[in-house]
């Protein structure tokens, strides 16, 4: 008997869209990549990087349905998670409240309204920040939760309303789950870092990549990666099992890209995963050479999973934001 192998999707940050390395990276770890208003971005070539319509006709990018999105039980939360910045630094610029904008989703006429403020919050925005009244570096740190935990709802959607297999995946340069929720934070996240953790080279053509994927060896080798993150935070290594363990995972997903010849570089990969204190407890971070553990307070969107072992996010080091 035949066992179904899961595709595992990647819900990327927006940023990724303009950065063909990490694209690269994405599509190498991932089966499928859900992306916001893909059909949108194919519409204008001038927009568009050319790769993308190449790769949704692969069936590799799929469109994200954002109208579902919007109406699922997160999206209240979300706003709830955000709307201390909304209501501080934006809300007041567009002369709207958190509230306002919920409700209008099912006014056409507030919907209007809604969008034709929105259309003008660069000006509004560019004007107080000018002026003094909105604080730049505040205005860069809201501008980051809201686009991460928009993500994170994005995926929480997929899994629970689509049920695939999907994780958010954020540019370093965009996250903002390193620091702590200061007023929501409830459930203990464990930070795992993996400081040498092997990905294509940018000059790696699309064509090694899609043989790669193509290989006869049907097992997402990212899986086997993600499945000793989702172990280590459930408590199923002791430390030294731990870096035995991942040692061997990284020896042989490094044999798998050399087996069709990809360069690889370096970069740094977290996850953020739902843990408990007695598991944080048994790690040492002095101990180990090939991975770090850092203790995380985080507030959950409802269709995240609090077990042990869930994964909230990945993120990803990138080398530029805009390399086209």
Not at 139 to 162: D, G, I, P
Not at 226 to 245: C, H, L, Q, Y
Not at 310 to 315: N, P, Q
Request: glycine residues 4%; aromatic residues 6%.
């Amino acid at each position: 008997m035949s066992t179904q192998v899961t595709e595992l999707i990647a819900v990327p940050h927006a940023a990724f869209v303009t950065d063909r390395a990490a694209l690269k990276q994405l599509v190498l770890m991932f089966d499928r990549i859900a992306m916001q208003s893909l059909s949108v971005l194919l519409s204008d070539p001038n927009v568009a990087p050319p790769d993308l319509a190449w790769l949704a006709e692969l069936g590799i990018l799929f469109e994200l349905d954002m109208e579902k999105v919007a109406n699922d039980q997160d999206y209240q939360k979300t706003f709830e998670l955000i709307g201390n910045d909304l209501g501080e630094i934006l809300m007041p610029a567009l002369g709207l409240n958190v509230e306002e904008i919920i409700a209008a989703r099912g006014d056409e006429e507030k919907l209007e309204e809604v969008e034709r403020k929105w259309a003008d919050t660069n000006t509004l925005l560019a004007s107080d920040v000018a002026s003094g009244s909105v604080d730049p570096f505040e205005l860069l740190e809201m501008a980051k939760r809201m686009t991460t935990n928009l993500t994170r709802l994005s995926a929480s959607q997929l899994r629970n309303r689509e049920h695939l297999d999907a994780y958010t995946v954020v540019p370093s340069e965009h996250s903002s789950l390193d620091n702590d929720d200061q007023d929501t934070a409830n459930h203990d996240v464990v930070k795992i870092v993996l400081p040498a953790f092997p990905v294509p080279d940018e000059d790696v053509t699309w064509q090694q990549i899609l043989e790669y994927r193509n290989g006869p060896d049907p097992q997402n080798k990212f899986r086997v990666v993600k499945n000793w993150i989702s172990d280590v935070a459930r408590g199923s290594f002791t430390p030294d099992e731990a870096e035995e363990k991942l040692q061997h995972i990284l020896d042989q997903y490094r044999r798998r890209l050399e087996l069709h010849q990809i360069k690889t570089t370096i970069t740094t990969l977290e996850a953020f995963v739902i843990t408990t204190v007695d598991v944080l407890n048994g790690f040492r971070p002095s101990e180990h050479t090939l991975f770090s553990l850092t203790h995380r307070k985080l507030a959950l969107l409802q269709g995240e999973s609090t077990s042990a072992g869930s994964e909230v996010a990945y993120v990803i080091k990138t080398k530029s934001l805009f390399p086209f």
